[in-house]
């Protein structure tokens, strides 16, 4: 949704600049937004990371949240949905 509002996503950092537009064109909320960039960390580290040697402590918020955050994720999405059916 927000890339075919903004579909200028061509930098390394696309993945921040698709958030910034989902919270811009009000398909999610700054609260979600802020949960959502913990993911987006962890993405970029596992991803990049030369050798992998995960911390569990900054791991297990992340999988005890998941389930939450995805539920968040999918209710403030079908309701951007629902915005734009109006």
Same mark, same amino acid.
């Given at each position: 949704?927000? &890339? #075919?509002? !903004?579909? #200028?996503? =061509?930098?390394? $950092?696309?993945?921040? #600049?698709?958030? &910034? ?5 009000? @398909?999610?909320?700054? %609260? ?6 913990? *993911?987006? %960390? $962890?993405?970029?580290? $596992?991803?990049?990371? *030369?050798?992998?040697? +995960?911390?569990?402590?900054? +791991?297990?918020? +992340?999988? &005890?949240?998941? %389930?939450?955050?995805?539920?968040? $994720? *999918?209710?403030? @999405?079908?309701?951007?949905? =629902? !915005? +734009?059916?109006?």
């Amino acid at each position: 949704m927000a &890339k #075919d509002i !903004k579909s #200028d996503f =061509q930098t390394p $950092f696309w993945h921040h #600049d698709l958030l &910034k537009a989902a919270i811009e064109e009000e @398909i999610v909320s700054q %609260g979600l937004a802020t949960r959502l960039r913990e *993911y987006l %960390g $962890f993405r970029h580290f $596992f991803v990049h990371a *030369y050798s992998l040697k +995960l911390d569990p402590a900054k +791991l297990m918020p +992340l999988a &005890k949240n998941a %389930g939450d955050v995805w539920n968040s $994720f *999918y209710d403030e @999405i079908v309701a951007a949905f =629902q !915005k +734009l059916k109006q």
